[in-house]
């Protein structure tokens, strides 16, 4: 079973499906065409799957002798950013694959062909988990609710980010953290209240957009000022909605913005410091402050003993010299970490930026683009975790 010449051999076909799902981006759960192209490969394979969070897709590849199950799994969603990457491929409309889902996406098929090829010799099962709106409302938590990791029960689950969003990941490397890898994160809402008046007699009136503008100014001190210097956390005011006239002071302002943090004790003093910055400034300038948190996403923890052993399976791909740790989390976020949070597992980045072939352009960005030579490196690195796995656990 050589796992690493079948992936090179298919290298061909999980570009192209790369580039057809590149073609076809959808946003959020309304991946219709999408889940149709996947569900379409799966038939082509002799996988049964069944739909899950609307357009998600849940797969499950039973192996020849009885086992536990490990999970594989794959975002699917795009971006509203309009492509400008010039690609013969480039998707038309307003939204594009900006972040590498639809290398995700084509991953995943090529691990689900290599794994079906030699599904006699897996000693339990495999699910492959198609995750829709991983960008915008989190679609890890409704699947999780509809059933994903059940039936048969997930022991195990591995997942991984395409691109240059640790820079010490080089081209085909695969780097890796055995903790926390990518940070939480909190949305947070503020409401200021004041009250109009005419500009010529601000006496009469409470300003709620200076007093809003003081908040927001305060708010970026306290991962300057208040935590110990390279703590990894983050605040960002994102959005700032106020103002209906140009000769009246504005009664009422609303902003938004976002925290990250890796420690739990960071985010509860990020949230109770916010808290009082926005009373204290109300109080200062007689308005009022209502302040919310909107949501919460965890952060992404990889499970040191499954990541230890998934290690050992990525060097067989690609060498010991090509798996780098990683020092430091990523302030970015994803839903995996409520896989993560079920079952142990690993979230792993492979590096796909290659400088002989252009300058880099950021995740989110409308050029945004990747070297397809590395796809068969996420489909063979994923395919002997797989084996790997199931034949440790039945050796237990």
Not at 176 to 184: E, H, L, N, Q, R
Request: proline residues 5%; negative net charge; aromatic residues 8%.
């Amino acid at each position: 079973m050589d796992i690493k010449s079948f992936a090179l051999k298919i290298q061909e076909k999980i570009i192209r499906w790369r580039r057809d799902l590149h073609r076809i981006p959808e946003l959020s759960f309304e991946l219709q065409r999408t889940s149709q192209y996947l569900r379409q490969q799966l038939d082509r394979m002799g996988i049964p799957w069944k739909l899950c969070a609307k357009t998600g897709i849940v797969a499950l590849i039973q192996g020849g002798s009885p086992g536990p199950t490990i999970a594989l799994r794959a975002d699917m969603d795009a971006l509203e950013i309009r492509e400008e990457t010039g690609l013969p491929f480039a998707a038309e409309g307003s939204c594009m694959h900006a972040c590498g889902h639809d290398a995700h996406m084509a991953m995943l098929l090529g691990a689900a062909k290599i794994i079906s090829a030699y599904r006699n010799k897996l000693k339990g099962n495999v699910k492959l988990i198609f995750q829709p709106a991983e960008e915008a409302e989190g679609g890890a938590e409704p699947m999780i609710r509809e059933g994903c990791l059940e039936n048969p029960q997930v022991d195990a689950i591995l997942a991984l980010h395409i691109g240059h969003l640790f820079p010490e990941v080089g081209l085909g490397q695969i780097g890796v953290s055995y903790g926390p890898v990518m940070a939480a994160s909190s949305i947070f809402s503020v409401i200021v209240k004041g009250k109009s008046a005419h500009v010529g007699t601000p006496h009469t009136g409470v300003d709620a957009l200076s007093a809003a503008a003081e908040m927001i100014l305060s708010l970026q001190k306290i991962v300057s000022l208040e935590l110990e210097p390279g703590t990894p956390a983050a605040v960002t005011v994102t959005q700032i909605k106020g103002g209906k006239a140009l000769n009246a002071l504005c009664d009422e302002v609303s902003f938004i913005g976002d925290i990250r943090t890796v420690s739990k004790g960071d985010e509860r003093f990020i949230k109770q410091r916010i808290n009082e910055i926005c009373r204290g400034i109300a109080e200062a300038n007689r308005c009022e402050a209502k302040i919310e948190l909107i949501k919460d996403f965890p952060a992404v923890v990889n499970d040191e003993t499954f990541t230890e052993e998934f290690v050992k399976s990525a060097a067989k791909i690609v060498g010991e010299q090509n798996i780098v740790e990683l020092k430091k989390p990523s302030l970015g976020n994803d839903d995996m970490a409520y896989f993560l949070e079920k079952v142990p597992g690993t979230y792993f980045f492979l590096g796909s930026y290659n400088s002989e072939k252009g300058p880099l352009y950021p995740h989110h960005h409308p050029k945004f683009d990747l070297d397809e030579s590395v796809l068969w490196i996420g489909s063979s690195v994923f395919a002997r975790t797989v084996f790997d796995y199931l034949e440790g656990q039945a050796k237990v």
